[in-house]
């Protein structure tokens, strides 16, 4: 049964390098970001940060996340964000992103109820650098059911408590809210999710190989968790319902990827 | 003059069946009636999208990985779409009923859960009160004569935390609110299971407000937005709000 349900090579001797099998393997759509239609291409940088919209230029794992969110605030009527944004279902959104720069910042600046974070070294929490608020996940200034939205790409796998940044997005979010967000994901998803390092006394202890990733101000930025399917009940711990949203369920090899929706109910 | 640099063209991929997971022809995808090995179309197939997002977290891909999921408890479920696809992937807990009928015999001699269909009738659903987490219809806002009816009906026996999942078409796009037909008019009949059903209106996103009104939490999924543009259908994923302490 495996045979028929894994990602399956379409020549069953070519070498499962799923960056390179995914070089220039192609699918004809419509951009969940910018609407545009056309021929999304992979390139040798894997799935998530490759098929780009050929006119916005947004990558897979973003639009997965505007395809997510559409299907939570859309109300079944936008198929693409920057349609949704002009519309009271986006505009009476309270909307936090924790980050600086994306596609996400781009078409939400001048959103009434838009607030962008990030945390920042040398900025005392709460204040602002160039409209941008330091916070840290762990521990928000916000009030309770600030916001209807929250949006993190690639953020969640690297902060040292997973587990407290849950319980703040819980506690931030408006009943009906929702955090959507991108994070890593290797399928068949592992059962437990997996700590690579933590925190004890304030120094990062590895637990395995450290990986990085380039940070929003491009530094090295450490992974500190490899999610499995245990995230559901990471986030059910906090009254939160996570689901893997699958923007491309019917495309063969793009089928397990897929953004996170974590809902308040 | 110089020759302008090879580039390879990009190759399409092809597509996979979300029922059982093989792969079909990327161009099959838009073709009417069965694509896959297994017997699913298109509709199949995002109906079986929809059953794994609302149902299992979006963890399992196919409905076959679904049914051999240990961490998935089995839904327990009523099909009222007339479609295979979940007889021939989670036949236990399932019964499969036709909404569609005037009250004459459907399909089935009775003896096999699987492939037994039983007339249903939409205002008084055979089950009990909140013993279903999974009741799939498939094209009948359009014609039911009593929406909210209907929501509070699926409401009464869906399980807390639940789903209901609504299959509609759409000739262009979903409109914000619901046009009723004129009653006068010699009613529009449009193709709802293998039937003509009078068009009594076209719905739009404010069927959610209804089902908010009888408990039911509504979005309104496509699972093939990113896929094909030219969508035909809106799956109104209804869940049943969790009971407040
Ligand atoms: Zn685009
Ligand atoms: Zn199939």
């Not at chain 2, 580039?7 to 990327?26: E, K, L, N, S, W």
């Not at chain 2, 003509?196 to 739009?204: A, D, F, L, S, T």
């Amino acid at each position: 049964m495996n045979d028929l349900t894994a990602p399956v090579a379409d020549d069953p001797a070519e070498p499962v390098d799923e960056a390179a099998a995914l070089r220039l393997r192609a699918y004809a759509g419509q951009c969940e970001m910018c609407g545009a239609k056309g021929e999304f291409v992979g390139t040798s940088l894997g799935a998530r940060e490759s098929f780009p919209c050929p006119t916005c230029r947004a990558t897979l794992r973003y639009r997965e996340q505007a395809g997510a969110i559409l299907t939570w605030f859309g109300r079944g009527r936008f198929s693409f964000f920057t349609r949704f944004v002009r519309f009271p279902e986006c505009q009476n959104l309270t909307i936090l992103e924790a980050a600086i720069r994306g596609p996400f910042t781009r078409y939400l600046k001048g959103h009434p109820g838009y607030v962008q974070s990030y945390l920042f070294d040398d900025v005392a929490a709460g204040d602002s650098r160039d409209g941008v608020v330091c916070q840290n996940l762990e521990a928000m200034t916000f009030a309770d059911a600030s916001f209807d939205l929250v949006i993190t790409s690639d953020v969640m796998e690297h902060v040292a408590d997973v587990e407290a940044v849950v319980a703040e997005v819980a506690r931030v979010l408006k009943p009906g809210g929702a955090h959507v967000f991108s994070i890593p994901l290797t399928f068949p998803l592992r059962e437990h999710s997996q700590a690579r390092a933590r925190l004890v006394a304030g120094e990062i202890e590895h637990l395995m190989e450290p990986r990085y990733h380039r940070s929003g101000t491009d530094t090295p930025s450490l992974v500190f968790t490899d999610f499995g399917r245990d995230l559901v009940d990471l986030h059910a711990r906090h009254g939160l319902r996570a689901t893997f949203h699958r923007s491309h369920p019917f495309v063969k090899r793009l089928v397990h990827s897929a953004a996170v929706i974590a809902v308040r109910p | 003059m110089t020759a302008p640099a090879t580039t390879a063209a990009p190759v399409p991929f092809d597509y996979a069946c979300t029922v059982c997971g093989q792969p079909f022809p990327a161009v099959e995808f838009a073709a009417p009636g069965a694509i896959c090995g297994c017997g699913a179309g298109r509709r199949t197939m995002e109906l079986a999208a929809a059953v794994l997002h609302a149902h299992a977290h979006g963890i399992p891909a196919t409905l076959l990985e679904l049914a051999e999921d240990p961490a998935v408890p089995p839904p327990r479920v009523l099909d009222l779409t007339l479609d295979s696809a979940l007889a021939l992937t989670t036949p236990d807990r399932l019964v499969r009923g036709d909404p569609f009928g005037d009250g004459g015999p459907a399909a089935g001699d009775g003896t096999d859960a699987a492939t037994n269909v039983i007339p249903v009738d939409l205002a008084a659903l055979p089950a009990g009160d909140a013993s279903l987490d999974l009741v799939l219809l498939r094209d009948v806002l359009f014609w039911v004569p009593d929406v909210p009816a209907l929501f509070a009906e699926v409401a009464r026996v869906l399980a807390y935390g639940g789903h209901a999942i609504f299959q509609e078409s759409f000739a262009w796009q979903f409109p914000e609110a619901t046009v009723e037909a004129d009653p006068a008019a010699e009613p529009k009949r449009r193709p709802a299971g293998g039937t003509r059903k009078p068009e009594r209106r076209v719905i739009g996103a404010d069927v959610l407000d209804l089902m908010a009104a009888a408990g039911l939490d509504g979005v309104g999924y496509r699972p093939g937005l990113a896929v094909d543009p030219h969508y035909r259908d809106l799956l109104l994923v209804a869940r049943r709000a969790t009971r407040l302490s």
